[in-house]
Nanobody
Framework: EVQLVESGGGLVQPGGSLRLSCAAS????????MSWVRQAPGKGLEWVSA????????SYADSVKGRFTISRDNAKNTLYLQMNSLKPEDTAVYYC?????????WGQGTQVTVSS
């Protein structure tokens, strides 16, 4: 079965960095575009970033542009999100999502808390 397992979340101070990972299995990872979506406490889902199949094309929400970098290693079936210059408003559960017919599979999420 399709599995997406996020890791790397945690508590960091404002201005700090984290790298999230998403381990994919149960499908041909290199055949799918991937995305990161987040949900802040008490708020709705917010699209964060996306990457194409080969990894050569990326896109970002304005709120994270210049601070976050999405990447993938198809040989390792892994998606990444490097997060720098973190702000309290980045606090959220971050989800790794497969782009099929819409967002068809989601990971369980990993908590990122940015607080002093």
């Amino acid at each position: 079965e399709v599995q997406l397992v996020e890791s790397g979340g945690g508590l960091v101070q404002p201005g700090g960095s984290l790298r999230l990972s998403c381990a994919a299995s149960g499908f041909t990872f290199s055949s799918y575009a991937m995305s990161w979506v987040r949900q802040a406490p008490g708020k709705g889902l917010e699209w964060v970033s996306a990457i194409n199949i080969g990894g050569g094309s990326t896109s970002y929400a304005d709120s994270v542009k210049g601070r976050f970098t999405i990447s993938r290693d198809n040989a390792k079936n892994t998606l990444y999100l490097q997060m720098n210059s973190l702000k309290p408003e980045d606090t959220a559960v971050y989800y790794c999502v497969r782009v099929g017919v819409g967002y068809d599979y989601w990971g369980q999420g990993t908590q990122v808390t940015v607080s002093s």
